[in-house]
């Protein structure tokens, strides 16, 4: 691809994004960036209903979050002019018609067709009706809603990213209807219509798009432009089957709220359901710089949220401190931060750590050798570059004590549990002062 990319994510703002949706919007913020394109947020708010400004701004939250930043965001609910005078255009054309069955009616006609084992396509009965026949309903005061009419000797084709050829033959399928009885627009139209006013040239989402797809390449076509280029991807599924069932809790502002970083997100969603490994990778260049279409699969891809718990802990026992500063507790410095960080899944968990390191900490009650040994040890206890080993390997001689009977007693003196950093690391953090003072104290 060398001509210039722009993609799209448009999210209908009737709830909160979740790990699926934002995988899509990820994969073409990543999708334009890997072509210097530019990635589009468009807010899917005809349906006035059911949309929330709150949804608007949770959206905007989550893509910064991520870093994900649209390189501009456009609204439908701005554009309704935009869509009426298309709609007139189509409708002087004959590509939209109206009509005006009731839902039970066609209900009825679908159980007749499905009865007779015949697809349930809608029969166009609108579409012959005459001019006297369509007055009379309006003198009846039934307002049409409004269908979109296929083209049936246009055969829908294209290349999908993912899916490879695709084929729909437009005589098996129902004119869509475009427009309610109330004026207002189903999703269909009015996307298309913007794909085009705003130069997209790449629609990526779900696979549960794949027939509206063949149903707007022609309405691209009966606009009179070409359409973009379409891949779907495989839906995501969650450990139990369909994500629907935990949207709340796989909320991306639940995933921020629960502490998880959002480069553990990124990395996994960016590479889950590819033939690409999911790796800690924490830099989203590189893995702007590996994404392919051509390595999406066409299998649903599994979320777990195991995966992005192990991906967490990776990113952040490589996060440098630069990257936490602010949101570690108060007073660890560089060097804190790199004796905790491997101990780390979550960064919240540093707080329990600097907690052992500025003490006081709670330290079992030793029985009388072990007490003689560590009031050896706060004697011998000299300062250096390196306390922990100079400590250790006196100790050793001193009392004849290795391996676990060394150490132990050490660790659960010092910092009040069994286990945790490394000690080296972790002991000119205490200092010696306090070092001391734990050892003697354990002493009793
Ligand atoms: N608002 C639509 C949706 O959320 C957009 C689909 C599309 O990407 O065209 O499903």
């Known amino acids: 691809m060398s001509a210039p990319i722009t993609a799209r994510f448009a999210p209908s703002p009737t709830g909160l994004l979740h790990v699926g949706n934002i995988r899509t919007a990820l994969h073409n913020w990543m999708l334009a960036k890997r072509h210097g394109g530019r990635f589009l947020l468009r807010i899917d708010d005809t349906d006035k209903e059911r949309s929330r400004e709150e949804y608007v701004e949770a959206a905007r939250l989550d893509l910064a979050w991520l870093g994900l930043e649209p390189d501009g965001e456009e609204r439908q609910s701005l554009r309704l002019p935009v869509y009426e005078a298309a709609f007139d255009r189509l409708r002087a054309a004959g590509r939209v018609y109206p009509a005006y069955e009731t839902a039970q009616e066609l209900e009825l006609k679908r159980k007749i067709q499905l009865g007779r084992g015949l697809p349930p396509i809608y029969d166009r009965a609108a579409l012959h009706l005459t001019d006297a026949e369509r007055a009379e309903k309006e003198a009846q ?3 049409p809603h409004w269908r979109f009419r296929l083209d049936h000797d246009q055969p829908i084709e294209w290349i999908d990213g ?10 098996q399928l129902s ?5 309610r009885a109330d004026g207002s627009w189903l999703y269909m139209l009015p996307s298309a219509v913007d794909d085009i006013d705003m130069g997209v040239t790449d629609v990526l989402r779900g696979e549960d798009h794949v027939s509206n797809t063949a149903l707007q390449i022609q309405m691209f076509t009966a606009m ?12 995501l599924v969650g450990t139990e089957g369909k994500l629907s ?7 991306v502002g639940a995933l921020r709220e629960q502490g998880i970083e959002p480069q ?13 490994p999911v790796e800690p990778i924490a830099n989203p260049a590189a893995l702007v710089e590996s994404f392919d279409l051509a390595t999406f699969g066409r299998a649903p891809a599994r979320f777990d949220e195991a995966d992005l718990d192990r991906l967490n802990a990776a990113i952040l026992h490589q996060l440098p401190y630069a990257d936490v500063v602010g949101r570690v507790p108060e007073g660890m410095d560089e060097a804190a931060w790199e004796a905790i960080r491997p101990n780390l899944t979550r960064l919240s968990d540093a707080a329990e750590w600097w907690r052992v390191v500025t003490g006081p900490v709670d330290q079992p009650e030793f029985d009388a050798e072990t007490k003689a040994f560590l009031a050896q040890a706060a004697t011998l206890l000299s300062w ?5 080993h100079s400590l250790t390997g006196t100790l050793k001689q001193a009392s004849g004590r290795k391996g676990k009977a060394l150490f132990l007693p050490l660790r659960q003196a010092l910092i009040g549990r069994d286990s945790g950093p490394d000690m080296a690391a972790l002991l000119p953090l205490i200092g010696e002062r306090e070092a001391r ?8």
């Open 437 to 444: 003072a734990r050892l003697e104290r354990a002493a009793g």
């Open 264 to 276: 553990a997100l990124v990395a996994l969603l960016a590479r889950l359901g590819t033939s690409q």
């Open 224 to 235: 009179g432009a070409a359409p973009p280029r379409f891949a779907h991807e495989a839906l």
């Open 162 to 171: 993912i899916r490879g050829p695709q084929h729909f033959d437009p005589a």
């Open 175 to 179: 004119d869509p209807v475009v427009r």
């Open 245 to 251: 069932k935990r949207l709340g809790s796989l909320s």
């Open 384 to 388: 250096s570059e390196d306390p922990w």
């Open 141 to 143: 005061g039934i307002a």
